[in-house]
């Protein structure tokens, strides 16, 4: 997310919104940690932190690549709670992401990427 990057999604005929890969990022940061067994992203990043860290801090746990005009690909690192099945926590939140971010930006989202960061023995919501 270092490059600053903008999507535009038409509204009306030609006018459009600009929404910032920072922005994007946060959607679908939000969305990830929405999912049971999802304990933070990397960074530790939690629901509550996700939308005031920052651009460089976000940036370790997600990236967001334009594929085409109006299509992207999200790629998220998170930690998962121990005792969770990885491979259904990962369906949920690849599920959970394409939906926040396609219906928040009208973008859309062709592939979600998890990468397993770590495995947390006690999670931070308790």
Known sequence: MAENKNFVINVKGSDGVNISEEVVGIIAGLGAVEVDGVDSLAGNLTAETISKAG???????????DNDPGKIIIRLA????????????????????????ETMTGLEVTSVDIRIATVSVTSTNN
């Open 55 to 65: 651009a460089g801090k976000l940036a370790k746990a997600i990236k967001v690549v």
């Open 78 to 101: 998170i930690n998962m709670k121990y005792g969770y099945e990885i491979p259904k926590v990962s369906g949920q939140v690849q599920e959970k992401v394409k939906q926040a971010v």
